[in-house]
């Protein structure tokens, strides 16, 4: 199941955070580069959560969470006032992938 964890966190990284560490602060205004800064931070923490899961069920139930935490919906937030991605993006890809690889993406 290692690969399955491994392509699950992959697939998140490589749809919702890169485009997010990617951005640059071209033409933005003070306010938004500190927004930048600040998902930029906090994507980087959740990119090497991310890659430190132990099983793909892992990494499904935690994106779940993740959908609906506090913490998470400041972000995407700040994503969404960016013009960047969330992971609420992928959310029904993420699922479809993870049905596919036969994991349980419910907590």
């Known amino acids: 199941m290692a690969h399955a964890q491994q392509e699950l966190a992959e ?3 490589s749809k919702a955070f890169n485009p997010v560490m990617r951005a640059k602060p ?3 205004s003070e ?3 500190k927004d930048l800064e600040h998902v930029q931070k906090a994507t980087k923490a959740e990119i090497e959560r991310y890659r430190n899961y132990d099983s793909a069920q892992e990494v499904a139930i ?3 969470r993740d959908l609906s935490s506090d913490a998470a919906k400041k972000v995407h937030s700040q994503l969404r006032r960016l013009h ?3 992971i609420e993006d992928i959310r029904d890809d993420f699922d479809d ?3 596919k690889l036969g994991v349980k993406a419910s907590s």
């Open 26 to 28: 071209d033409g933005k």
């Open 84 to 86: 960047l991605p969330t």
């Open 11 to 13: 697939f998140v990284i």
């Open 31 to 33: 306010a938004d580069l």
């Open 62 to 64: 935690n994106f779940k």
């Open 97 to 99: 992938k993870a049905r």
